[in-house]
């Protein structure tokens, strides 16, 4: 079943402690990419990812980091996470440019205490 | 720089159209504009996208305005499932979206 897997679904943290959310597609996708929602601001896109090596900064980047070493995966990585990091997250995976169709996770509820 | 502005909330009855309205004033040349609707506790899911034509798709149809400023999401018969909050998205060909706010649609019985 062609799907997009994000690991954990649900996290409580404390400020400050390192933490990543994986995401991993089947789908031998080109294109991934991350997504913040928050209540009264929508999806916001936090980086996204061409192909493996290529990332580029979303409209909210500040505080997170990727990497994209492998085709299929794209984590999310807070170093020092924020009680303002605390939202749903999604990651979606497409094939490349502009026209593919964008498969979404079923999203990462993160707290940050 | 770009964006989408979108109606907070529409409603609709049953089995009756539903037109929702998009804004993209600042659309580029290359944009494509894309409807993805999301369920409650689910992420988003894949309606319909196009570039300058009108389309079609078993879900819904997209018609585009002739200067791109604009398109409109039609469902030809609402139905109770279609209850959702649907966005309107401005895709680039260097891998950036541009969201809308989304417009909640309430599908009443």
């Known amino acids: 079943e062609a799907q997009v897997t994000q690991n954990p679904r649900y996290l409580i943290t404390v400020t400050g402690k390192k933490l990543t959310v994986t995401c991993s597609q089947n789908m031998n996708h080109e294109y991934m990419s991350w997504y913040r929602q928050d209540p009264g601001l929508g999806l916001r896109q936090i980086y996204y990812?061409?192909?493996?090596?290529?990332?580029d900064k979303g409209d909210v980047p500040e505080g997170y980091k990727v990497s994209r070493k492998e085709k299929r995966n794209f984590p999310l990585i807070l170093e020092s996470p924020s009680p303002n990091q605390t939202s749903l997250y999604f990651c979606a995976s497409s094939t490349g440019g502009e026209v593919g169709e964008l498969f979404f996770g079923e999203g990462s509820r993160l707290t940050v205490l | 720089d770009a964006k989408t502005t979108q109606p907070n909330s529409m409603e609709s009855n049953e089995e009756e159209p539903v037109h929702l309205p998009c804004n993209h004033s600042?659309?580029?040349?290359?944009?494509?504009i894309h409807w993805y609707r999301q369920l409650p506790s689910q992420g988003p899911e894949y309606v319909i996208h196009?570039?300058?034509s009108n389309v079609n798709n078993r879900m819904a149809s997209l018609a585009i305005a002739e200067d791109r400023k604009s398109s409109t999401l039609i469902l030809h018969r609402a139905t109770l499932r279609d209850a959702a909050v649907y966005y309107c998205i401005l895709r680039r060909n260097t891998g950036k979206l541009i969201f809308g706010q989304g417009t909640t649609l309430q599908v009443k019985p």
């Open positions: 196009g570039l300058t």
């Open positions: 600042t659309i580029s040349g290359t944009d494509y």
């Open positions: 990812s061409m192909n493996v090596e290529v990332t």
